[in-house]
Every structure is written in structure tokens, then in C-alpha cells.
């Protein structure tokens, strides 16, 4: 077992503590008391003051105490903030008093006392990386490694950074002792374990969703800004709306990441030298947003959005509606998809969309195939050729240098086992279950290559099919803003004021959109995180301009 580094636990001193009490109460417990259940939600802030509270997981090796909180310490992590459900249980290992904070007063904490956040984050985002990093989990999930519907749990768990241990029935002798201790079956598999407490048989998203507590909006929830899609963008105008004091609810249909959260890793982002990986930057945004008071919900779809009076409505596909005063649409852009046979049977057994530790745990010592040109498909190749016997990059262009950037392409030629494809393309998947080889055609010549991985990195069709009719976007689905709506788009959208629409408002006054979802953007994740927090002064300005009216 991993030893814990030292920044997973802090003792306040008396002085913090003064400065906490006021934000709860006090309570003696005996020795034994549970203090909080396996899978609650919005947890107290537990902090021990005499006696020590004992930390407890249920594990796929048993129940083991990860540690224990002596006076001055406070117990949880990362769900905490959040309000998720716990993955552990906290007892009373010897008797004393344990300051409770409730949740929505810890919040307030993490607002109006700059140094005691920087503790409580600091400290919750250490233990949760000491989780990932650790190798034992109280969540566990048992599946086949090409079986499609465990690709997709282990998926949503991993952008929401909820750690897990994978076990493949084929190849671990731990998932048979697991499933023979709990009663599961081959049948059963995919399964996905919570602790003690829960065993799912084949769950859906919406089960995961509920069994970890990623989604807790309730029908009718208001807000003055709503942001759909929790990208880069969408969660700079999170972090920013909410630390000026605007009430956020940010929706994304997959999590926090977007389509840069795919990527391995980002080098040319401002501040991160030594790079950062795209769901690494995506949980720090994601976190900062909470820590003002942002509420993120996923796996959660927009279907539409209507008028409500003076306001917005948006129904969830589940028949939620959400109220808002302005909307961020912030839904970016998907990867194309290839027109071949058995492309949607082989998505999630040999044909993926992001290069993250999950695929690379995967695609082990095997070949496999990235296509496309621009720099998420470097990025992907150079992280995937560390494990994997070889990468062949493929892409339609003769010269790769005239959509990736310099860097990437100098990494990619002085790799050995990173083969370049130019003026090449796939032509056919061959395989049953699973991928198992594909047709590359390359300037007209057929060659066979035993692959059962390709990754898929071309283009970008955004998500806006939600979108109203009448709102005005290009031909080809992108949102039009600010300059790039003609006269004639306002008149069509029924524009009702006399000032024109600013640079990232829509045809419809008090929406707005950033990032790769709008027309003319740069497809960079600076450029979305620009948009996003630079909007945010614009939706002041016209909150108050409606406040005014």
C-alpha cells in the first residue's frame, strides 16, 4: 500500500478553530458512533476536537481503516465540497467532541475565509489524488476490458474523478474471489461496486449517477446563470460568475473535461510548463467553480430552451426544467465520426474518442491507429506510444505540419515507434465482437493492419442541435455572435432591444455562447477559457440592464 505524503492531513490551530466554531456545532460521541454512513450526501464538516475519529473503507479486500483524525483534524475529501456521496464511513474511534459544520455553512466557509479554503482544498484534493494513486478503492468495477458497457462506467467515473479499481474477470484473480464473496455472476457484468453498500448489476449512467450523487438538482432549480457544457470554457464562466457572486448551475451531458478533457497532455496552455492533462486541468476548474458556490451536474442532457416570461427555461431529457436570467452555451464541439461499417458496434471494443490513462491501460503493448492531423491527435500518439508497441498516426493531409504545431511534430518524427501515414485514410474495420484490423488506404494503395485499436481525433461538429430555431447559427450548426449576426438574423430571432447584441451575446438577448460551440472561435482551450470568463462581464452588465427595465 502506498505511504500517504504529508499534504493529506492538516491540524488547524486554535485560532482557526475559533474562526471555524462559529460555522457549527458541537457534539460529543461516544466510542463506536457512526458518524457518517457509506454513499451520504452533503456531508457535514467533520472536525475532531478530543478523542479521534477513525476513517473506515470497505474495499475489495475488506473493510480497512485509511487513517484517523486527532484533535484539530478534520476528516473527508473532495465530497465534502462537492456534496457527492461519501465512499467512506466515519466512526468514533475513541470518545470526545467533533465540531459539525453543515454543509451549505461549510460552503460559506470556503467563500468568506480565503485562508481556511486554501486548507480545506488543498487538503480534500490531496486525499482524493492519494486515492487514484493508492491502488485500493472502495469503488470497484468488475468487466471484460473490450466489453463496451464497462468502457462506459469506468469512463463516467473517471471525469468525475471518482477513484476505482478495474478488475477483468479473464485476467484478475481478485474479480473471481470478489464476485464469488458477493454473489455476482458472469451474467451480472458488467458490475460496479460501491463499498459495502451498493452492488449494481449492469448499470445505466443515470444509476452511476445516482449511486455517487453526481447529479443533485432538483426540478425547478433557478439560477441567475446557467452554463451548458462543463469544457474549458463553460467552467471559466463557472469559476468566474460564481466568485462575483452570481448564482451558477453548470450541465454537461458527459462531465467536467469536455473535449479537452480527452487529451493526454496540454504543453502549450499558460502557466503549466510541464504540461497538464486535460481532465487534470478540467478537475482543478471544477473544484475552483464548487468552492464559490457553482453547482455541476452530469451526466445531465439539455433538450431545449424556451422564453419563461423574463427569463429562460431549459428541459432536461429527463422532463426537469431549469429557470435561469442568462445562459452560457458552452457545449463545444465532438470529434467527427468516419463513415464505415460496424463503426457504432466496434465504439467503446477498439474504436475510442480520447487518449487518456484509461485507453493506455488498455491498448498495452498492442498497435494501434490514431487519426487525424491536429494536436490532440500529437498529443495522444506520443502519450499512447509510451505503453503501446506502436502508433500509427494516419491522417488525409500530405504535410501534418500545416495543422499541428512545431513541437508536436518534431516529438512525433524522433519517437521510434510512432509511424507517420500521410495522404492516408481507413477504408474498412474487420472484426466480430471487436475490432480486430483495418483497411488503410494510403494514395490509393490497400495494406492490412492488425489493429484492434483505433482512436479518432478529426474535426469538430459541435453540439447545438438543441438550440431553438430561430436562434441563429451558420450552416453548419456553429452559434453566431455578437458581429457575425447580419440584421436580417435579428430581425428572424424577434431581437426586442435597442442595443445590438455583444461580442459573444446570440440572437436571443441574455445568451451567449463560448468556445468551439461559436462561430469564428479558435479551437484552442486558452482561446474557450477566454471567451468564458471575459462573457461573464457582459452578463453583469446585462442583468443589471434588465434589473433597470
Same mark, same amino acid.
Given at each position: 500500500m502506498?505511504?500517504p505524503?504529508?499534504?493529506?492531513?492538516?491540524?488547524l490551530?486554535?485560532?482557526?478553530?475559533?474562526?471555524l466554531k462559529?460555522?457549527?456545532?458541537?457534539?460529543?460521541?461516544?466510542?463506536?458512533?457512526i458518524?457518517?454512513q457509506e454513499?451520504?450526501r452533503?456531508?457535514?464538516?467533520?472536525?475532531?476536537?478530543?478523542?479521534h475519529?477513525?476513517?473506515?473503507a470497505?474495499?475489495?479486500e475488506?473493510?480497512?481503516?485509511l487513517?484517523?483524525?486527532e484533535?484539530g483534524?478534520?476528516a473527508?475529501?473532495?465530497?465534502v465540497?462537492?456534496?457527492?456521496a461519501?465512499l467512506?464511513?466515519?466512526e468514533?474511534?475513541?470518545?470526545?467532541?467533533?465540531?459539525h459544520?453543515?454543509?451549505?455553512?461549510?460552503?460559506?466557509?470556503?467563500? !468568506?475565509?480565503?485562508?481556511?479554503?486554501d486548507?480545506?482544498?488543498?487538503?480534500?484534493?490531496?486525499?482524493r489524488?492519494?486515492?487514484? !494513486?493508492?491502488g485500493?478503492?472502495?469503488?470497484v468495477?468488475?468487466?471484460?476490458?473490450?466489453?463496451?458497457?464497462t468502457f462506459?462506467s469506468?469512463n463516467?467515473?473517471?471525469?468525475?474523478g471518482?477513484?476505482? *479499481?478495474?478488475?477483468?474477470?479473464?485476467s484478475?484473480?481478485l474479480a473471481?474471489?470478489?464476485?464469488r464473496?458477493?454473489?455476482?455472476v458472469?451474467?451480472?457484468l458488467?458490475?460496479? @461496486?460501491?463499498?459495502?453498500s451498493?452492488v449494481m448489476k449492469q448499470?445505466t449512467?443515470a444509476?452511476?449517477?445516482?449511486?455517487?450523487?453526481l447529479?443533485?438538482?432538483?426540478?425547478g432549480?433557478?439560477a441567475?446563470?446557467i452554463v451548458?457544457g462543463?469544457?474549458p470554457?463553460?467552467?471559466a464562466?463557472s469559476?468566474?460568475?460564481a466568485s462575483?457572486?452570481?448564482?451558477v448551475?453548470?450541465?454537461d451531458?458527459?462531465?467536467?473535461?469536455?473535449?479537452?478533457g480527452?487529451?493526454s497532455k496540454?504543453e502549450?496552455?499558460?502557466?503549466?510548463?510541464?504540461g497538464?492533462?486535460?481532465?487534470? @486541468?478540467a478537475?482543478r476548474a471544477?473544484?475552483?467553480?464548487?468552492?464559490?458556490?457553482?453547482?455541476?451536474?452530469?451526466?445531465?442532457?439539455?433538450?431545449s430552451?424556451?422564453?419563461?416570461?423574463?427569463?429562460?427555461c431549459?428541459?432536461?431529457?429527463?422532463?426537469?426544467?431549469?429557470?435561469?436570467?442568462?445562459?452560457?452555451?458552452?457545449t463545444g464541439?465532438?470529434?467527427?465520426k468516419?463513415p464505415?461499417d460496424?463503426?457504432?458496434?466496434?465504439?467503446?471494443r477498439?474504436?475510442?474518442y480520447?487518449?487518456?490513462?484509461?485507453e493506455?491501460?488498455l491498448?498495452?503493448?498492442?498497435e494501434?491507429?490514431?487519426?487525424?492531423?491536429g494536436?490532440?491527435a500529437g498529443?495522444?500518439?506520443?502519450?499512447?506510444?509510451k505503453t503501446?508497441?506502436?502508433?500509427?498516426l494516419v491522417?488525409?493531409?500530405?504535410?501534418?505540419?500545416?495543422?499541428?504545431?512545431?513541437y508536436?511534430?518534431r516529438?512525433?518524427?524522433?519517437?521510434?515507434?510512432?509511424?507517420l501515414?500521410?495522404?492516408?485514410?481507413?477504408?474498412?474495420?474487420?472484426?466480430?465482437?471487436?475490432l480486430?484490423?483495418?483497411?488503410l488506404?494510403?494514395r490509393?494503395e490497400p495494406v492490412l493492419?492488425e489493429?484492434?485499436?483505433?482512436?479518432?481525433?478529426?474535426?469538430?461538429?459541435?453540439?447545438?442541435?438543441w @438550440?431553438?430555431?430561430?436562434?441563429?447559427?451558420?450552416?453548419?450548426?456553429f452559434v453566431?455572435?455578437g458581429?457575425?449576426?447580419?440584421n436580417?438574423?435579428l *430581425?428572424?430571432a424577434?431581437?426586442?432591444l435597442?442595443?445590438m447584441?455583444t461580442?459573444?451575446?446570440?440572437s436571443?438577448?441574455?445568451?451567449?455562447?463560448?468556445?468551439d460551440?461559436?462561430?469564428?472561435?479558435v479551437?484552442r482551450v486558452a482561446s474557450?477559457?477566454?471567451?468564458?470568463?471575459?462573457v461573464?462581464s457582459?452578463i453583469?452588465?446585462?442583468?443589471s440592464e434588465?434589473?433597470?427595465?
Amino acid at each position: 500500500m502506498a505511504v500517504p505524503p504529508p499534504d493529506v492531513n492538516y491540524t488547524l490551530s486554535a485560532t482557526e478553530l475559533d474562526q471555524l466554531k462559529p460555522y457549527g456545532e458541537i457534539i460529543h460521541h461516544e466510542t463506536g458512533d457512526i458518524l457518517t454512513q457509506e454513499g451520504a450526501r452533503n456531508l457535514d464538516c467533520l472536525v475532531t476536537l478530543s478523542g479521534h475519529t477513525d476513517i473506515i473503507a470497505e474495499t475489495s479486500e475488506g473493510a480497512r481503516r485509511l487513517g484517523w483524525m486527532e484533535a484539530g483534524q478534520f476528516a473527508g475529501d473532495i465530497t465534502v465540497l462537492t456534496g457527492q456521496a461519501s465512499l467512506v464511513r466515519v466512526e468514533m474511534g475513541q470518545a470526545g467532541d467533533v465540531l459539525h459544520i453543515p454543509h451549505d455553512k461549510f460552503k460559506r466557509v470556503l467563500v !468568506e475565509n480565503s485562508g481556511l479554503s486554501d486548507v480545506f482544498v488543498r487538503t480534500f484534493t490531496a486525499r482524493r489524488q492519494f486515492g487514484h !494513486e493508492s491502488g485500493m478503492s472502495t469503488v470497484v468495477v468488475i468487466g471484460e476490458s473490450y466489453d463496451r458497457e464497462t468502457f462506459v462506467s469506468r469512463n463516467l467515473l473517471a471525469v468525475h474523478g471518482v477513484p476505482h *479499481v478495474w478488475l477483468d474477470p479473464k485476467s484478475d484473480e481478485l474479480a473471481d474471489q470478489v464476485m464469488r464473496a458477493r454473489g455476482i455472476v458472469a451474467d451480472d457484468l458488467p458490475v460496479v @461496486l460501491r463499498g459495502a453498500s451498493l452492488v449494481m448489476k449492469q448499470p445505466t449512467l443515470a444509476d452511476l449517477s445516482e449511486a455517487f450523487g453526481l447529479d443533485l438538482l432538483p426540478d425547478g432549480a433557478c439560477a441567475d446563470v446557467i452554463v451548458v457544457g462543463a469544457g474549458p470554457g463553460g467552467l471559466a464562466s463557472s469559476v468566474y460568475a460564481a466568485s462575483e457572486g452570481l448564482s451558477v448551475l453548470t450541465l454537461d451531458i458527459r462531465g467536467p473535461g469536455g473535449q479537452a478533457g480527452t487529451s493526454s497532455k496540454i504543453e502549450n496552455y499558460l502557466g503549466f510548463p510541464m504540461g497538464i492533462s486535460g481532465q487534470e @486541468l478540467a478537475d482543478r476548474a471544477s473544484i475552483q467553480a464548487q468552492k464559490f458556490g457553482a453547482r455541476i451536474a452530469a451526466p445531465v442532457k439539455v433538450c431545449s430552451l424556451d422564453h419563461n416570461g423574463d427569463d429562460y427555461c431549459l428541459s432536461l431529457e429527463d422532463g426537469r426544467k431549469l429557470n435561469s436570467k442568462a445562459v452560457v452555451i458552452a457545449t463545444g464541439a465532438q470529434y467527427r465520426k468516419l463513415p464505415l461499417d460496424k463503426l457504432a458496434q466496434f465504439e467503446g471494443r477498439g474504436i475510442y474518442y480520447g487518449a487518456t490513462a484509461m485507453e493506455a491501460q488498455l491498448c498495452r503493448a498492442s498497435e494501434v491507429a490514431m487519426v487525424g492531423a491536429g494536436n490532440s491527435a500529437g498529443q495522444g500518439a506520443v502519450f499512447l506510444a509510451k505503453t503501446a508497441k506502436a502508433v500509427h498516426l494516419v491522417y488525409r493531409r500530405e504535410d501534418i505540419r500545416e495543422t499541428m504545431s512545431e513541437y508536436l511534430v518534431r516529438r512525433l518524427e524522433e519517437t521510434p515507434n510512432i509511424h507517420l501515414h500521410p495522404a492516408s485514410q481507413i477504408a474498412k474495420l474487420h472484426g466480430e465482437e471487436r475490432l480486430e484490423a483495418i483497411d488503410l488506404e494510403t494514395r490509393g494503395e490497400p495494406v492490412l493492419l492488425e489493429t484492434p485499436f483505433v482512436f479518432l481525433f478529426l474535426g469538430a461538429a459541435p453540439f447545438t442541435e438543441w @438550440l431553438p430555431k430561430d436562434m441563429s447559427c451558420s450552416e453548419t450548426g456553429f452559434v453566431k455572435t455578437g458581429g457575425d449576426l447580419a440584421n436580417l438574423d435579428l *430581425v428572424k430571432a424577434g431581437w426586442p432591444l435597442e442595443r445590438m447584441p455583444t461580442r459573444f451575446e446570440t440572437s436571443w438577448p441574455r445568451i451567449y455562447a463560448v468556445g468551439d460551440a461559436r462561430v469564428g472561435s479558435v479551437k484552442r482551450v486558452a482561446s474557450a477559457v477566454g471567451e468564458g470568463s471575459v462573457v461573464v462581464s457582459d452578463i453583469h452588465a446585462a442583468l443589471s440592464e434588465m434589473e433597470a427595465s
